[in-house]
């Protein structure tokens, strides 16, 4: 049986401080094991395609009403989807919807130079290939060597590249990789450039500076959406100290990307958590230091609700704009909690 008090009793007690009790007690019953979600990976298949295959294989699904290519499965086992063609060829992509959001978002536009800062292992990259129609450049980056390699693999599955060729000889690939990719043949032209890298962000981002038209910095967190109670392999690494060490490891991506975003460039930063430190206060002191930034509305996804954006949080104001813009995911038993925000270099 499901019973919150199987989650960190000091993770429970700061929800209720940031959300107060009423809402808390929606939240709780939410640290469970989600539906499977998927999306239509467009770069190999069309909407039409997916559904008559699922049709004809006694699937059952729900759309997702703020994104036509996301649906729910309701009636049978993530296994029994995975053993589908459409999935085995690359057609479709499990993806939690809220992972779906960020690259949203982002509205990357074809033609644009793009950075997905930490991509692995790759549901927002390919997301954003799609979305870009495969015109433009696009770099993916994430520097833990078993997450990088996995980042490679499903850009090659799904269609992204046809493969991906390493620069610079083969200790220097593993070490700092160096990754170009060769194009797919239903791409193959010259408007469309994508390359994989294995760096620290801010070994990367010295190398393109003002270069970015957008940047998404799916940010590592602590992750605390995807706690399932009862499940302690999903929240036992988790203490206060963990929020900070993750909020001082955002604060460094935020600031290297922020420096290779051209003026004028959009950059959206995302979490999965809910610590206000690694939310609303990183943005706040973000702005604060930068003081060439603005946070822009977030204008679609009318249809999701949203939890309050905390104002105050152990006696640290938050910036009223990043009250009114910012946002946050109230989760359900079909998406999971996620902060968003969205900001424009002037």
């Excluded at 049978?76 to 960020?102: F, M």
């Excluded at 610590?275 to 060439?292: C, G, H, M, S, Y």
Aim: aromatic share 10%; with cysteine; proline share 4%.
């Amino acid at each position: 049986m499901y019973h919150s008090k199987q989650l960190p009793e000091k993770f429970l007690e700061r929800l209720t401080e940031m959300f107060g009790v009423s809402l808390f007690r929606e939240i709780e019953k939410t640290f469970v094991e989600r539906c499977t979600t998927f999306r239509i990976n467009t770069v190999k298949s069309k909407k039409e395609t997916v559904i008559a295959a699922l049709n004809q294989n006694g699937f059952k699904f729900e759309r997702v009403s703020w994104y036509k290519d996301a649906f729910i499965l309701k009636n049978k086992s993530k296994r029994e989807l995975t053993d589908l063609n459409i999935y085995n060829e690359g057609k479709i992509y499990i993806q939690s919807l809220a992972s779906i959001i960020p690259p949203l978002v982002l509205d990357p536009q074809p033609g644009e130079k793009v950075l997905d800062l930490t991509a692995a292992p790759g549901s927002k990259t390919s997301q954003i290939a799609a979305l870009m129609h495969q015109e433009g450049e696009l770099v993916a980056n994430d520097n833990n060597k078993i997450r990088f390699f996995k980042l490679k693999h499903n850009m090659e599955a799904l269609g992204v590249v046809c493969h991906c060729e390493e620069r610079g000889t083969s200790d220097e690939a593993i070490q700092n990789g160096r990754w170009i990719a060769t194009l797919p043949s239903v791409a193959r032209n010259d408007s469309w450039r994508f390359s994989l890298r294995m760096e620290y962000g801010s070994s990367l981002c010295r190398e393109f500076p003002l270069y970015f038209d957008r940047v998404l910095l799916d940010a590592p967190c602590s992750a605390e959406a995807r706690f399932i109670a009862g499940e302690p392999k999903t929240h036992g690494y988790w203490k206060e100290q963990k929020i900070k060490e993750m909020a001082y490891k955002q604060w460094g991506l935020l600031l290297a990307a922020w420096s290779a975003l051209k003026f004028g460039g959009i950059l959206v930063y995302s979490t999965c958590t809910f610590a206000p430190e690694e939310n609303e206060l990183q943005i706040t002191k973000f702005l604060e230091r930068v003081n060439d930034g603005e946070i822009l509305d977030i204008k679609i996804l009318k249809d999701i609700r949203r939890l309050p954006i905390v104002k105050i949080w152990k006696n640290k104001a938050v910036n009223s704009e990043v009250v009114k813009k910012a946002m946050r995911i109230m989760p359900t038993k079909d998406i999971e909690g996620f902060f968003v925000c969205k900001l424009r270099k002037l």
